[in-house]
Structure formats: C-alpha cells, structure tokens
Nanobody
Framework: QVQLVESGGGAVQPGGSLRLSCELT????????MGWYRQAPGKQRELVAA???????KYADSVKGRFTISRNDAKNTVWLQMNSLRPEDTAVYYC?????????????????WGQGTQVTVSS
C-alpha cells in the first residue's frame, strides 16, 4: 500500500525559510514522479514543484527561484526547500505520487496524497 508521510510545515515570517519532507513507502521510489501541491483557503489545489517521469523538475512560476525540489532515492524521500517565503505562500502543502505518463516533461497527479502540512507566512 502506497503511503506518503509529510513533515516540516510551520509558521515563519516573510523572507524566512522552511523545508518540507515527504517519505514514500509501499513502492519503488526511484522510478516515481513526485510532486508538491498547495491549497490556500478558497482556492484550488495547485502544483508547486515536481519531478516528472523523465526526472526533470517543474515549478510554478510563482515559486521559481525561491523553491527547490530535491530527492534522495536511497531514503525514499523528496524535499521542498522554500526560501524567501511570502504571505501568499500560506497554504496546506501536499505531497503527491505522480502518474507515469508518455510526456516525460510533464506531471500528472495520482490519487495518492500525503496528509498535508500547514505553512503559514505572516509577520
């Protein structure tokens, strides 16, 4: 059974940093597309950053240059390093296991999600 367990959220002031972690269990991690999504109150869930099926990285325009997705296949873990945080980054962040799709440069979410971790950016 696939499980995604997240950690690392919290409250931080604007300009601060946080690192989110997501551990995948129940399947082979090294061949997996993985992504981070977020959902703010009253808004749709949106893709923040991802590793595609081809191993490329993909970022939302709003986080480019500030957020970095990384992974360690030996630890079955993917991280999201978030720097220069802004109040508009406030949301619940979710880890997702991606589908294996023909377009190796794109990302498609599966139905496997982590429990979510709250990130609050406020002064």
């Amino acid at each position: 059974q696939v499980q995604l367990v997240e950690s690392g959220g919290g409250a931080v002031q604007p300009g601060g940093s946080l690192r989110l972690s997501c551990e995948l269990t129940g399947m082979m991690f090294s061949v997996s597309a993985m992504g981070w999504y977020r959902q703010a109150p009253g808004k749709q869930r949106e893709l923040v950053a991802a590793f595609t099926t081809g191993g490329n990285t993909k970022y939302a325009d709003s986080v480019k240059g500030r957020f970095t997705i990384s992974r360690n296949d030996a630890k079955n873990t993917v991280w999201l390093q978030m720097n220069s945080l802004r109040p508009e980054d406030t949301a619940v962040y979710y880890c997702n296991l991606g589908l294996r799709i023909p377009d190796y440069s794109d990302y498609a979410p599966s139905g496997s999600w982590g429990q979510g971790t709250q990130v609050t950016v406020s002064s």
